[in-house]
């Protein structure tokens, strides 16, 4: 096999084959990313700023199990791709909406406010932030210079223990 030269035109067949399947394999693994996303969509059935909550409402995620929601319920749905559909069936007046919403990418739990929209008036899907992780406390230092001399009585002696309260 010494001495065998590869001509260029094979060479450069061989590279576009390569960058080729380089891109076959770059779309596969975005397509597959992006169809494959789960989302965890909570249906909240609570008054908003502009909308009232119906007394109960009945909701389908995808054509799946539907969910009796009275007001101020809230319950969850996961949900696998960037889209979907959302039927609604209030019960006090027959009226039924179904509509198709398109999820952001980056985001793995969302509030659905079902009052915003049967309205029509605000983004009814917000992204959802925990109240444990939205701010986390700040912890307040605290030292012995920051207490008078009453509160901590005279210099080495320890204040009398009191029992804890009952």
């Known amino acids: 096999m010494r001495g065998v030269t590869v001509s260029r035109l094979v060479r450069r067949r061989r590279l576009a084959i390569r960058l080729g399947l380089l891109g076959v394999y770059a779309g596969l693994i975005v397509l597959l990313f992006v169809s494959g996303k789960a989302h965890v969509v909570l249906l909240d059935n609570k008054d908003t700023e502009t909308a009232e909550a119906p007394d109960g409402v009945l909701v389908s995620v995808n ?30 007046d027959g009226t039924v909406v179904e509509k198709r919403l398109r999820l952001p990418l980056g985001q793995d739990m969302l509030l659905l406010s079902l009052p915003a929209l049967l309205a029509g008036t605000e983004p009814p899907l917000v992204p959802f ?6 701010a986390p406390l700040e912890e307040e230092t605290f030292s012995s210079e920051d207490l008078s001399e009453e509160e901590l009585g005279p210099p080495g002696e320890l204040p009398p223990l009191e029992p804890p309260a009952p």
């Open 63 to 92: 054509g799946g199990e539907e969910l009796e929601l009275y007001r101020g319920d809230r319950d969850k749905a996961t949900v696998q791709g960037r889209s979907m559909r959302v039927r609604l069936e209030v019960f006090a």
């Open 129 to 134: 932030v925990p109240a444990a992780a939205a």
